[in-house]
Structure formats: structure tokens, C-alpha cells
Nanobody, 125 residues
């Protein structure tokens, strides 16, 4: 059974850092692309970052480039999202998701097949 579990969210001050984890079970995530999405209250779920399976290529939304880093630890079957220089506008529930095949648009939530339950990130002083 495919399962994704996020952790690492919390309350942080502006300028602070958090590292989110996405632990996979039921499949080996190094064979599949993993994306991070976020959804703020009253807003659409948006793509934040993605790491592909084949070549480990990474993708980022313009709003997080230079601040967020996605990485994968195959031995732990876990994908991470390191978030630095956090801003209040980064406040959202963060989700990881996987594509059981090829994707065309990494930032499109419709491309993804399985989702985690989400973890809350709040950036506030």
C-alpha cells in the first residue's frame, strides 16, 4: 500500500528555517518523482518543488528559488524540503505527493497519484 507521511512542520519566526520530511512506504521513492505542494487558507494548492526519479532533476516555484532545497535519501526512502529564510507568505499546509509514471507539468496537482496528509507550517513573529 502506497503511503506518504509528512513531518517537520511547526511555528517559526520570519527568517527562520524548517526541514520537512516525506517518508514513503509501499514503494521505493527513488523510482518515482516526488513533489511538494502547499495550500494556504482560501487559496489553491500550489506546486513548491519536485525531484524527478530518472536523473534527480529538481524544480522550484519562483517564489521559493534560492530559499528552499529538495533532496532525497534513498536509504531512508525519504524526501526532504529544506526551507530557509522563511517568510509569512510561506505559511500553509505542506503536502508531498508522488507520480506513478512520467509527468508533464511538475507543478500541476492533477499529475500526482498519491498524497500525504500534510503538515502545517506557520511563519509568524
Amino acid at each position: 500500500q502506497v503511503q506518504l507521511v509528512e513531518s517537520g512542520g511547526g511555528l517559526v519566526q520570519p527568517g527562520g528555517s524548517l526541514r520537512l520530511s516525506c517518508a514513503a512506504s509501499g514503494f521505493f521513492l527513488d523510482y518515482y518523482a516526488i513533489g511538494w505542494f502547499r495550500q494556504a487558507p482560501g487559496k489553491e494548492r500550489e506546486g513548491v518543488s519536485c525531484i524527478s526519479s530518472s536523473d534527480g532533476r529538481t524544480y522550484y516555484a519562483d517564489s521559493v528559488k534560492g530559499r528552499f532545497t529538495i533532496s532525497r535519501d534513498n536509504a531512508k526512502n525519504t524526501v526532504y524540503l529544506q526551507m530557509n529564510s522563511l517568510k509569512p507568505e510561506d505559511t500553509a499546509v505542506y503536502y508531498c505527493a508522488t507520480v506513478m509514471g512520467q509527468f508533464n507539468l511538475w507543478y500541476s496537482k492533477d499529475e500526482y497519484d498519491y498524497w500525504g496528509q500534510g503538515t502545517q507550517v506557520t511563519v509568524s513573529s
